[in-house]
């Protein structure tokens, strides 16, 4: 593991995303001390200001704060990123070490199952979820109903990839030698699971899990974009680009800022993705 | 004879090749022309199935990705029809018998059996049902009317996708560890993170209201294609660089290659008979999950630039509750991905040495 994390510090590109990462988070975090307004005030003198000494971002048809409306929105796109990137390794974990600790028939059975969700377009089975959970009215306040939802759906799409790699490592490590001999020593199913296996396979999925998050911002803030994620208050980045993009013309700015914020959360996890992979696992080094 | 049986095996490429130019400059396609192409690469698929024995698994392949689509088609029916509330629950209550006659116009009050025996049955006839929106039009036409929109789009992205990835991706590795690999591997990475609607508003900035050379919405002519294909095909050419990169870089590497280059074969001819071909696998493998990542794409796309596909249809059947239109449209996606994923392992097949009878 020392070895492993020897590398990442040589890996340039990853550290520094790393760092890029960890401020973001503490902006996230800290948002209402960094944000020089709260993000719902209306200048009603100031809608559609250009950037300016003031609102170093201009402000947006109803006359808010950019800057800040980006700082709250890096809360809400990082947490449903987080939030869900976890939530779906728990399902991913427990379903394809199961499906790869039994094998034969139930094994076929769940990498059916598997295959069947991957053939369909990811979008649409966000959708697909999405209308379930919105017809099922538990939650009554419009903006938690469709944040629920979505934090669901997501989880519930992302968890598909993890599910198949924990299987192949579970696969291959239960022949080795050392589980072979905890299970002649009479360790229970899911003791060997627990503590055997799980942690030989922890590699690839936290390198798994650092592309599951970027890949998590970029589908939550698509279907937001679509008008089909999250409600206001809740302003993720993809809500901020869904309102710039209808004063394009005149006011790009509007877009492109939540743009470049995505871009950038997007390019550091994908870089810290590579750093790792390639500090775990290096035989993977230059692989997608 | 010889000569003749290149240029057969020659001719589906050839005819694809013609379609996409043909539509491409803004002319209609003739349904023929496009079912001359495909029957065209059945035949040839078939006569190097019968030469490399492959009959067997390329059947079970199909039949495989027909049980999925049924799988598929069962579960999005099952979904829709357990939901609580009817489709017909709007907030302006409607008088009870008009309700009870318009769900029985959609045959709602049938035994769920039946319903689910008369969906496959339509499936199959071509018949997915009446929109509950747009009354009176059946789901099976407003696909047809708006598929070819998406699926021309689709198809030019990743065409483009895979023209401007392969070159760059094997300069990448001639160079590799020189400035232009790093050059060329930075601006790939940046490709992968960009969103399209970073990307879009600032080639419509450039290129519509700086430039004026392309139309910022709508599609209509090769001036309306340009820029939704690149920004869509934007994403995909990154990762086919980079994958590319690495492939190529591993083929290099291994013993045939340097058994090649040892018995004194050409530089040139080691690079393009035996490293490009065996290279190719891998990346031509991706195609499965860069269909994918391009239909997802296109929501976004057919939003930004205006374009009245599909994807528009089934973001709209959502917030209006359409069941028949949210079913159609989620077959219609899957169906094209299923339909890709199939091309794809045939085509390896076909490609890969390795591939023999098993």
């Not at chain 1, 076929?108 to 979820?129: C, E, K, N, Y």
């Not at chain 1, 279907?223 to 993009?245: E, R, T």
């Amino acid at each position: 593991m020392s070895e492993a994390w020897a590398r990442l510090k040589k890996h340039r590109a990853a550290v520094i995303s790393a760092w890029v990462i960890i401020i973001l988070t503490l902006i996230a975090i800290l948002a209402p001390v960094i944000a020089p307004h709260p993000y719902d005030e209306q200048f009603l003198d100031q809608v559609l200001a250009s950037p300016n000494a003031r609102f170093w971002l201009g402000t947006d048809s109803l006359g808010r704060d950019m800057l800040s409306r980006l700082i709250y929105g890096a809360r809400v796109s990082m947490a449903v990123a987080f939030f869900t990137a976890i939530l779906s390794l728990l399902i991913g974990t427990v379903y394809g070490a199961a499906s790869g600790w039994f094998g034969g028939w139930i094994d076929g059975a769940m990498m059916r199952f598997v295959d069947i969700l991957d053939s369909i377009p990811s979008l649409v089975l966000l959708i697909l979820v999405k209308v379930v959970f919105d017809s099922f009215s538990l939650i009554s306040e419009p903006e938690w109903k469709s944040m629920t939802s979505m934090l669901l759906a997501l989880s519930l799409v992302s968890w598909v990839t993890l599910a198949r790699t924990v299987r192949g490592q579970v696969l291959q490590v239960k022949q080795m030698a050392f589980v072979e001999g905890a299970r002649a020593a009479g360790s229970s199913s899911l003791r060997m699971v627990g503590i055997h296996i799980l942690p030989n396979i922890m590699g690839p999925v936290i390198v798994l899990l650092t592309f599951q998050i970027p890949a998590n911002i970029l589908a939550e803030s698509f279907m937001s974009f679509l008008g089909l994620g999250l409600q206001p208050p809740f302003a993720s980045w993809g809500v901020l680009a869904n309102d710039g993009w209808r004063t394009l013309r005149s006011f790009p700015h509007l877009m492109i800022s939540p743009g470049v914020a995505i871009f950038t959360a997007m390019l550091a996890f994908n870089l810290l993705g590579d750093g790792l992979r390639d500090a775990l696992d290096p035989q993977m080094r230059g692989r997608m | 004879m010889n000569g003749l049986l290149k240029v057969l095996r020659l001719a589906p490429w050839i005819l694809f090749g013609a379609c996409v130019l043909i539509s491409f400059c803004g002319f209609n396609l003739n349904p023929i022309f496009i079912w001359l192409t495909l029957l065209s690469f059945v035949v040839e698929l078939g006569l190097v199935a019968v030469k490399k024995g492959l009959v067997f698994y390329m059947l079970r392949r199909l039949g495989e990705a027909l049980v999925t689509l049924w799988l598929i088609a069962s579960l999005t029916f099952l979904l829709l029809r357990i939901l609580p509330g009817g489709p017909f629950d709007e907030e302006k209550a409607l008088p009870p018998d008009v309700k009870a006659s318009i769900e029985a116009k959609y045959k709602l009050h049938d035994p769920l059996l039946k319903q689910y025996a008369d969906y496959l049955k339509g499936i199959v006839t071509g018949d997915l049902g009446e929109s509950y929106k747009y009354t009176g039009r059946n789901v099976a036409d407003i696909i047809t009317e708006s598929v070819p929109d998406s699926v021309q789009l689709g198809i030019y992205s990743i065409l483009v996708a895979y023209l401007i990835g392969i070159p760059f991706g094997v300069w990448a590795a001639a160079r590799q560890g020189t400035w232009i690999d790093a050059l060329l591997m930075t601006l790939a990475i940046s490709g992968v993170a960009m969103p399209s609607f970073l990307i879009a508003p600032i080639f419509i900035l450039i290129f519509c209201f700086g430039l004026g050379w392309f139309e910022p919405a709508l599609w209509l002519g090769p001036a309306y294609y340009v820029l939704p294909t690149i920004v869509l095909g934007i994403r995909p050419a990154a990762s086919i660089a980079r994958l590319t990169r690495a492939s190529v870089l591993e083929v290099i590497r291994s013993d045939f290659i340097r058994t090649a280059k040892a018995k004194g074969l050409e530089e040139s001819k080691v690079l393009f008979k035996h490293v490009l071909r065996n290279s190719m696998i891998p990346v031509l493998s991706l195609t499965g999950p860069l269909v994918a990542s391009v239909l997802t794409g296109s929501f976004v796309i057919e939003q930004i630039f205006a374009i009245p596909g599909s994807a528009k249809h089934l973001i709209q059947s959502v917030s209006n509750r359409d069941y028949p239109l949210i079913l159609g449209m989620t077959l219609l996606f899957s169906a094209l991905l299923v339909i890709a994923n199939l091309i794809t392992d045939l085509l390896i097949s076909v490609i890969d040495p390795r591939v023999k009878m098993s």
